[in-house]
């Protein structure tokens, strides 16, 4: 290699008829000029390495990363740091309002410091979509989304009111407000570009569209050809700071699909049984690239399916390269010709327009295959979404579940509570719950025969309009929800759950009263193409009315059930079930009533609601009957593909899309009314609940601090095995007579207006105080009990883990946190990290992590290590009695350090357990030793800033 020259002499000119010139950095002219065998190179990593070419020469790129990059090593590739810069940032509300308020923070800090506050400014678009606040509180009504959009602006006005300042004090942030779609169906059929076009002083520039967003499905848009992931938000702000972002060169796995999908079998179907199998191959930290002819064959809302649960399992993507069915999706969903011509011709000049076919074509670190006609309807739980169970086997599935020890991951339940039912009768109002009051939650005795069966049966004399009883019971199905990203932005499974629904109103059916039924699509297209094709009356029928364009069910904004049937199903301790077309099914995470959850297709969705219940066999048991008595069956109303043919192709009309996309105020005249501050500081009020100034730059420098020993240290908390974020980060309703709900009292905010925590990631005062306090938290440190409670020590007396951390830091006492494998699996919150941090965790200590957690905790100067050796954590038998210490934490310490945990016991014995420093790269070992991101950045923008005043 000829060194930069060489790099830069790459640049080419490409004519595009009635446009003009462009230049850009080709990838073929590079592997002529000798750089390696590029053509070779997965797609993914040559967008990465096309962002290397573009900056190399910059302080954070040098011609050895470029070619370290283009001369990857499959099957050996060198661990070295890629400085990638992204094209643009997205951000969801959730996510998007903690990091804003992080950004007005740092310019607080720099009022303080007597440096002009502007210099704290995005350097690329961002994208902010208001999607994750809206709750199901009104359901199966006509007005039921007016209803919940109003419910929506009245409880979130303040943080509205600064989401809206943030428009107007930050230049490139574009905010999408309520009521318009979820950020990544947005994304896919709006905000992504295919190409960007750089105006320069020497030309216009073309370069990929790359997103780095604040959501773990961010992966949805890999679907597009268009490479993007997830990242904390604390990574999101660096980035958009014009921080790169680093990552470890990659293995890539190659994903082959062949044959086609058989009749009656749906993209959420195969996507469940990708999620099983790549659990199974291990690819957390790796790229998955699918290709062959199956993949080819897919149609891109299908690719966006299999792309959105790349966090399920467990890749940083799930890519699809770019090809002319990609070209196709962008013309369908209404983006200008202009830019149609550009994205062509600059992939066709990459030699990039095309997904591989054949075995041999790219080097892969590994190949995996999968025949498409092997693929089964299936659903996934009913706690984790990579657990799959073919739908012909769930009704006996359930059952083990039932039956298996609370400690083999069972519900632990005897032959005599399984036949426990709750009788049930009708009410007419359907708003704020279902439709039924219990009657008195009295128990069904069961008869002598339903105890030798083992399995319910439901009683003939006393059966509902569809066939099945008015009564609830182990099993019952009381949440069904159309929701989320992962199939509402899929038209082929949204028109099957409309042409079902309607096969079932024409044969007489119905839904259970204790079903609350809902339908969030990804976006107003969606209800567009329903309505046109007559479908969406039908879903009215069965209860699935619009109740609102947001993630809702999938993250637990469920909205509530009636308060007597929460009676019912905890005074019986009932295992009742959700069903939902979602990607996310972790404990507790739908609702804290419903134990078990099952993700599964929007059409199995409502067959599921009309059954009313899990424990129900599709081939061998009606979903109902008509009013002759006839039987029912999910096979005489399943759509046929012909069927869902034929109204596919209204369903892509790009008018539509230009229409519904055209003006975001007109379509929300709401946000419009919402009045703002305006100014480059935003003015705090400690009077407001939901937006604070947090603490992590009170006491800003612009020197690192040193940091402190970790000695004599207690564990705030032993955890197992799968731990997420929903265990760890504040989620859900919040608890009255929790430490958060407690502190909300004490402000004078009634109950009915907590909100949930996700509404109030801004305020670091409510979030720290939910910090591991989710219901189902187990803490080994107090078997048998499940929940945010914690021993303090040495006094063993047991209490919130909020108060304990509270009580250890008045002690001075730091604090650990240890667990088994994959832990802080799950959604990319930030506040699984940031609320550690402000608790006085100082090290996380766990078999595995999962990767966008571990880099939060890095970035919030939490150190996390795994154990080495092949230690697991049950064999150091901890009973929070011992003290921790890591030598050495005050020290620099290096990427894939290898420390030291040494556990003193309450006998004086000591036991040292060799760990690994799992700071990954060099950026993030500056990010822990300067404390975090967050001033990391500031110390760099001050430096700059001060270097060129």
Not at 366 to 381: H, K, N, T, Y
Not at 713 to 718: D, E, F, I, Q
Request: hydrophobic letters at 40%; a negative charge; proline letters at 7%.
């Amino acid at each position: 290699m000829q060194g930069r020259s060489t790099i830069r002499d790459c640049l080419r000119i490409l004519e595009i008829p009635g446009l003009g010139e462009f230049r850009f950095f080709s990838l073929p002219i590079l592997e002529e000029a000798g750089l390696g065998p590029i053509r070779k190179l997965p797609i993914s990593l040559r967008i990465f390495l096309e962002s290397l070419v573009r900056f190399c020469g910059t302080s954070a790129v040098d011609e050895k990363d470029v070619e370290a990059l283009a001369r990857w090593d499959a099957k050996n590739p060198v661990r070295r740091e890629i400085p990638l810069r992204v094209a643009r940032i997205l951000l969801q509300d959730f996510t998007g309002v903690p990091l804003l308020v992080d950004l007005a923070a740092m310019r607080s800090a720099l009022g303080r410091l007597g440096r002009a506050p502007s210099w704290v400014e995005p350097e690329v678009p961002v994208d902010l979509v208001i999607d994750h606040s809206v709750q199901v509180d009104v359901f199966g009504k006509p007005e039921a989304m007016a209803r919940n959009l109003e419910w929506e602006f009245t409880r979130n006005h303040d943080r509205y009111a600064f989401l809206k300042w943030g428009e107007g004090a930050f230049r490139r942030l574009r905010i999408v407000p309520p009521g318009i779609g979820i950020c990544h169906q947005v994304n896919l059929e709006y905000l992504a570009k295919g190409v960007f076009v750089q105006e320069e002083k020497d030309g216009r520039v073309l370069y990929p569209d790359t997103v780095l967003g604040t959501d773990s499905h961010t992966t949805m848009i890999n679907g597009l050809g268009v490479v993007g992931w997830g990242v904390g938000g604390i990574e999101a702000e660096a980035a958009m700071l014009g921080e790169p972002y680093y990552l470890l060169t990659p293995d890539v796995v190659g994903v082959h699909l062949t044959g086609s999908l058989a009749a009656g079998v749906t993209a959420t179907d195969l996507v469940l049984r990708i999620t099983e199998k790549l659990r199974q191959v291990g690819v957390v930290n790796k790229i998955v690239e699918f290709f062959g002819p199956g993949a080819s064959s897919l149609t891109v809302p299908d690719r966006a399916t299999l792309a959105n649960m790349a966090p399920e399992y467990g890749a940083t993507m799930g890519y699809f390269p770019f090809d002319r069915e990609s070209l196709s999706y962008l013309r369908r969903s209404g983006r200008p010709r202009e830019q149609l011509a550009v994205v062509e011709r600059y992939y066709a000049s990459q030699g990039m327009f095309q997904i591989p076919q054949e075995v041999g074509e790219i080097d892969y670190s590994e190949i995996v295959e999968l025949p498409l006609d092997e693929v089964e309807p299936s659903v996934a739980g009913p706690r984790r979404p990579q657990d799959r169970i073919v739908l012909r086997s769930l009704k006996d599935a359930f059952y083990r579940l039932l039956t298996r020890p609370s400690d083999q991951g069972g519900y632990g339940k005897t032959s005599e509570e399984l036949a426990v039912r709750v009788r049930v009768k009708r009410r007419s109002d359907g708003e704020g719950g279902p439709r039924f009051e219990p009657n008195g939650s009295e128990p069904i005795s069961p008869s002598e025969s339903e105890l030798r069966d083992l399995r319910p049966t439901p009683d003939p004399v006393q059966l509902s309009s569809n066939g099945f009883p008015e009564e609830i019971g182990h099993g019952s199905v009381v949440i069904a929800a159309i929701t989320s990203c992962t199939n509402t932005s899929n038209p082929s499974v949204m028109l099957a759950a409309g042409l079902l629904a309607k096969k079932a109103v024409e044969r007489g059916l119905s839904v259970p009263a204790h079903v609350k039924t809902s339908l969030a699509p990804g976006s107003r297209v969606v209800s567009d193409y329903l309505e046109r094709a007559g479908l969406q009356g039908f879903l009215d029928r069965l209860g699935f009315n619009l109740v609102g364009y947001g993630c809702t069910t999938c993250i637990g904004n469920s909205g509530p059930l009636s308060a007597p049937l929460e009676e019912a199903i905890g005074s019986h301790q009932l295992v009742v079930a959700a069903v939902l077309s979602g990607n996310r099914n972790f404990e507790a995470r739908i609702h804290a009533a419903v134990r078990a959850n099952f993700l599964m297709s929007p059409p199995l969705v409502v067959a599921f609601a009309l059954a009313g219940r899990v424990d129900w066999d599709p081939e061998t048991e009606p979903l109902g009957q008509e009013a002759n008595g006839r039987p029912v069956f999910l096979r005489d109303i399943w759509p046929s593909a012909q069927e869902i043919a034929e109204l596919l192709a209204s369903a892509m009309d790009p008018e539509s899309f230009v229409r519904l996309y055209a003006n975001f105020i007109e379509l929300n005249p709401q946000w419009k009314e919402i009045a703002a501050p305006t100014g480059e500081i935003y003015a705090w009020d400690a009077n407001n609940s939901y937006i604070q100034e947090p603490p992590f730059l009170e006491d800003f420098s612009l020197e690192a601090p040193a940091r402190r020993p970790c000695a004599g240290a207690r564990a705030l908390c032993v955890l197992g095995d799968s731990v997420t974020t929903d265990h760890i980060s504040p989620a859900g309703a919040i608890k009255a007579d929790g430490p958060a709900g407690r502190y909300l009292r004490e402000l004078g905010i009634r109950r009915e207006d907590f909100n949930s925590y996700g509404s109030r990631r801004g305020n670091d005062r409510v979030m720290v105080r939910g910090t591991f306090a989710n219901v189902r938290l187990r803490n080994l440190l107090v078997p048998g009990i499940e929940g945010g409670v914690t021993r303090h020590m040495p006094d063993g007396a047991v209490m919130s883990i909020y108060d304990a951390a509270m009580k250890y830091r008045e002690e001075g006492v730091p604090l650990v946190v240890l667990a088994g494998r994959e832990y802080g699996t799950g959604s990319s919150r930030d506040w699984a990290a940031k609320g550690s941090a402000l608790l006085g965790v100082r090290a996380v200590i766990a078999e595995s992590f999962e990767r966008i957690h571990r880099g939060n905790l890095v970035g919030m100067g939490v150190l996390p290590c795994t154990f080495r050796g092949n230690i697991a954590l049950p064999e150091l038998s901890l009973d929070g009695s011992e003290t921790f210490e890591i030598p050495g934490f005050e020290s620099d310490l290096s990427p894939g350090q290898e420390l030291s945990l040494r556990i003193r016991r309450q006998d004086g014995s000591v036991r040292e357990v060799p760990i690994l420093c799992r700071i990954d790269t060099p950026a993030e070992a500056d990010y822990f030793r300067h404390g975090g991101i967050l001033p990391y950045v500031l110390r760099r923008i001050v430096a700059r800033e001060d270097k060129t005043a």
